[in-house]
């Protein structure tokens, strides 16, 4: 018998609550058919329970989590609680406790899915948006100043390390190696007169160290212009932490519909466990009427499986997904009327 993979789920809120199921629905289906054995353990941490409990997890929340192979997380945040506590409460601080260094985003455009973006088809988007996930411009070093006086003022510090801003420019050229071999670092360097032109000037190291790898840099504007404008042209993209979490929401866009992005927070050299989250939130809109699509958490748990280190079971997922989009059922969002367990009970079905 193999190895039991104890696997940390935080469901979270809202329509995290209901995909979460099918995720696990179909990780089992996968677990069938490639001898992969799972145990789910589940936390309540969630908004509901910081309504209750004043913590969005238990005070030792890490240290009961640390020792799994996996997170498998929903998605978090829910009118009631500011995002700010319900972020800084629970994700960053597994993020960054746990260096996950690395936000992974792969973002293809599938078969089957329209593109807002006139005349794309699948041959044209597929590409990897790397974003640092634990310093840059998320810091907490700042303050207010002279409060409610005519000279108040806000400063905020970013913080770029070299290790830091190393350790994912070295992930995304390693990246790049198993796809096309490009690699495209977003920049500002022209307005962010410190901290960007350090940046470029390491990206500049790395890519004479990678000789083999096509490189490119974009000021994050004109950048943004060039995904919806020429999306085919990129393969690995690297950010910092903020421009990061702006590209990887408009790739997402591109590809036709976030509810179906995956995302993976990686510590590449396994010291900790790594947590793998649709790129959605907690749609407080459409939660309860079980009409998400669970496609986001599902495609997650395949980028879980890969690193757990199954990567044919991950392909299995990834195809199966490919084949419900096509084949259907679909959820409202992709114009269908399937409810939020058909769809998984397709994909686990279709993964078998
Ligand atoms: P959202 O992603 O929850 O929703 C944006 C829109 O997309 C909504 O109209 C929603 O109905 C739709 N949508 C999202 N996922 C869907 C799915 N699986 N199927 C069908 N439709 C889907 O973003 P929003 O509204 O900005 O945030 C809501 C809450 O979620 C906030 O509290 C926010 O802080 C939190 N959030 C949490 C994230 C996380 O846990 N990593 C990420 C983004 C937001
Ligand atoms: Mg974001």
């Not at 309504?51 to 997890?57: L, N, P």
């Not at 990246?175 to 360097?189: I, L, N």
Request: net charge negative; charged share 25%; aromatic share 8%.
């Amino acid at each position: 018998m193999s190895k039991v993979h104890r696997i940390a789920v935080i469901a979270g809120d809202g329509i995290g609550m209901e995909v979460m199921p099918e995720g696990i629905k179909v990780m089992e289906a996968a677990g069938k058919r490639f001898g992969i054995s799972f145990q789910w353990d589940e936390f309540d941490w969630s908004c509901e329970r910081f309504q209750k409990a004043g913590r969005m997890m238990p005070e030792d929340g890490l240290d009961r989590i640390r020792s799994h192979d996996a997170i498998y997380l929903g998605a978090v945040g829910y009118p009631g609680v500011p995002d700010h506590v319900s972020l800084w409460g629970l994700l960053i601080p597994i993020r960054r406790e746990f260096n996950q260094y690395a936000n992974v985003r792969p973002v293809k455009l599938m078969p089957g899915v329209k593109s807002p973006l006139a005349g794309r088809t699948s041959k044209d988007i597929d590409m990897l948006i790397v974003r640092e996930n634990t310093e840059g411009e998320y810091s907490t070093v700042g303050g207010l100043r002279d409060e409610g006086t005519e000279t108040e003022r806000a400063v905020q510090e970013s913080v770029f390390t070299r290790k830091g801003v190393d350790r994912i420019l070295r992930y995304a050229f390693e990246a790049a190696k198993h796809r096309r071999g490009h690699v495209t670092s977003a920049t500002k360097s022209n307005g962010i007169a410190i901290t960007m032109p350090y940046w470029d000037s390491r990206f500049a190291a790395f890519s004479a160290e990678y000789p083999d790898i096509k490189t490119a840099q974009y000021h994050i504007d004109i950048l943004t212009a060039h995904f919806v404008r020429n999306p085919h042209y990129f393969d690995v993209v690297v950010g910092s932490n903020l421009f990061g979490d702006i590209l990887s929401d408009l790739g997402p866009a591109c590809a036709g519909t976030i509810a179906i992005a995956p995302s993976a927070n990686i510590n590449p050299e396994r010291e900790f466990p790594s947590m793998f989250e649709p790129v959605h939130g907690s749609a407080p809109d459409i939660y309860g009427r079980k009409i998400a699509n669970p496609i986001g958490q599902i495609w997650s748990g395949a980028m879980m499986l890969e690193h757990l280190g199954y990567p044919e079971a991950a392909a299995a997922v990834v195809k199966a997904i490919e084949q419900v989009l096509l084949e259907g059922p679909h959820n409202p969002d992709l114009g269908g009327r399937a409810a939020t367990d058909e769809v998984g009970s397709a994909i686990a079905a279709a993964v078998k």
